[in-house]
């Protein structure tokens, strides 16, 4: 039996449905966006090759005109049109406008930086083979502007909804098909990934018999009224989790129950914090199989990531000595007492290894920490406080701006740790691992990680386990990239740093 949507305590339906009608305006949004930056890269690249001589020669006297052919202005004005509305159409035939692009994932830039390659190889050959005598300069000066202008719109662009989101607008309505255990798994992720903007209205559940799942979604009613009730509630997502049906060919069903409707449905499998690197979908015999390729801790041990270390700290160090020995300098200074703190951190496959940080703290810190645990209730995990009676004022804005940090370079030139990776942890907190958290052992740590990036000290202990799991299990040299760029912003804006 379903319960009314009058009678159901979910968000607003008027005002959810305001926001779908908004969200999908975003396709068009984005279409306008692109068309108004092609058309300033395709006006800057004009107005660059007439101020820049590019592949000309010093002695060619007419460069504006061919022999007996059109000036450079008259080329350009003659493809112009046709190269913006032809690059537009190759974005949108690659799928840079599907609704379901926005938002997540690379498929979104895939579908610009793509479509933008074909259209440049398909304006060069056409060139060449009608003999149109485009000028080089502005070919590379258009599609170079352009696609760093394509994909610097898109980020903003999805900046912005992220933005959107997690102030509660462009929601998607969202209804979870399943058990309950899989519902909540589902429900947990989208509120704490309040930037997917998916509203989670209620769930559907095999047996109606709470009222709420053990997780706090509403049940809505049973599975076999899922049509009636996304019409009911308006819905624009239908998310299908394990244990949603009893027979193979339900699922088939209800994807025909709205065919007529305006819904999508996903298929949510009984995986978490998988990336998308490693799931592949191989459709056999008509059954969609989803293959995942194994863990990569190992090929996080390997040549190319200790050689990006060697690299990256030793060009760091350089970089960075000026600031270390100014920090030295008013450490010494502040209270004479040792410019470095040396302290037994666990590194990879359980190794003990002397980490190296700049003290920000008096030089018995660690003779309060008791009362400090006691104070403030201490029970797990990596011990902060804000506002730490035992930082030294020195110590406030080393510790602010990471500075503290950059001692473990030379950790990381040793091979005990890596610029990027979990957070080195102390053997009190290693002792007390499960055979789960102790995965995160199987790489070296890190300087940064997703941890540093995601909020710091403002992360629970649980969250910045799974985080550092994530990062263990999905491994690329592409993503600690991301993440040593991001560890700029996180640092300049002092989030978490306490």
């Known amino acids: 039996m379903g319960i009314a949507p009058e009678r159901a305590f979910v968000p607003s339906v008027a005002s959810l449905r305001i926001q779908s009608r908004a969200l999908r305006a975003l396709p068009l949004t984005a279409l306008v966006l692109d068309l108004v930056l092609v058309t300033a890269a395709v006006a800057l690249a004009a107005y660059g090759r007439s101020r820049v001589l590019l592949f000309d020669t010093a002695n060619a006297p007419a460069l504006s005109q061919t022999a007996g052919g059109p000036t450079l202005g ?24 599907d609704s379901g692009v926005f938002g997540a994932g690379a ?23 009608s003999k149109f005598p485009l000028s080089r300069g502005f070919f590379l000066f258009a599609f ?61 559940v095999p047996t109606v018999g709470d009222p709420a799942t053990k997780g706090g979604v509403q049940v809505l009613g049973d599975v076999e009224e899922a049509a009636a009730l996304v019409r009911a509630y308006g819905v624009d997502v239908v998310f299908v989790v394990g244990g949603a049906f009893h027979h193979p060919l339900a699922m088939r069903n209800l994807v025909w129950d709205l065919e007529s409707d305006n819904v999508q449905v996903i298929m949510a499998p009984g995986v978490t914090d998988v990336s998308s690197e490693r799931i592949r979908v191989r459709p056999v015999a008509g059954l969609p199989l989803l293959h995942l390729d194994r863990p990569r801790s190992q090929d996080a041990l390997r040549w190319a990531k200790r050689t990006f270390d060697i690299v990256g700290s030793a060009t760091m160090l350089a970089i960075a000595a000026p600031v270390m020995l100014w920090a030295a300098w008013q450490i010494r200074r502040h209270d004479g007492g040792p410019v470095l703190f040396r302290q037994t951190r666990v590194g990879r496959d359980g190794d003990y290894f002397t980490c190296l940080k700049f003290r920000s703290m008096v030089v018995d810190a660690e003779g309060d920490l008791a009362e400090l645990h006691s104070e403030v209730g201490y029970e797990d995990g990596l011990f902060k406080m804000q506002r730490d009676p035992r930082i030294t004022k020195p110590g406030q804005w080393i510790r602010r701006f990471s500075i503290d940090e950059l001692p473990q370079l030379i950790n990381v030139l040793r091979g005990d740790m890596s610029l990027v990776g979990p957070r080195p942890p102390l053997p009190l907190e290693v002792d007390r691992y499960t055979l789960m958290q102790s995965r995160r052992l199987r790489v070296r740590p890190g300087m940064t990680g997703l941890w540093q990036v995601s909020g710091r000290s403002d992360l629970s202990w649980t969250e910045s386990i799974r985080l550092d799991l994530y990062y263990v299990d999905n491994w690329s040299m592409i993503q600690d990239v991301i993440i040593l760029a991001r560890t700029v912003g996180a640092v300049l804006s002092s989030r978490g740093a306490y």
Not at 74 to 97: D, E, H, K, T
């Open 144 to 204: 170079g502007i352009g696609l760093l202008l394509l994909v610097v719109g898109r980020f903003i662009l999805r900046r912005s909804l992220h933005r959107a989101r997690r102030h509660g607008s462009l929601g998607q309505r969202t209804m979870i098909v399943g058990s309950d255990e899989h519902v909540d798994a589902v429900a947990s992720v989208f509120r704490r990934e309040t930037w997917l903007g998916y509203d989670v209205l209620g769930a559907l």
């Open 74 to 97: 008259q080329s350009v004005a003659f493809v112009a049109v046709p190269l913006i509305l032809g690059w537009i159409l190759v974005i949108a035939l690659r799928g840079g406008y």
């Open 107 to 129: 498929e979104e830039y895939k579908a610009v930086v793509n479509g933008s390659l074909l259209t440049a190889a398909l304006l060069g050959i056409g060139c060449y083979l």
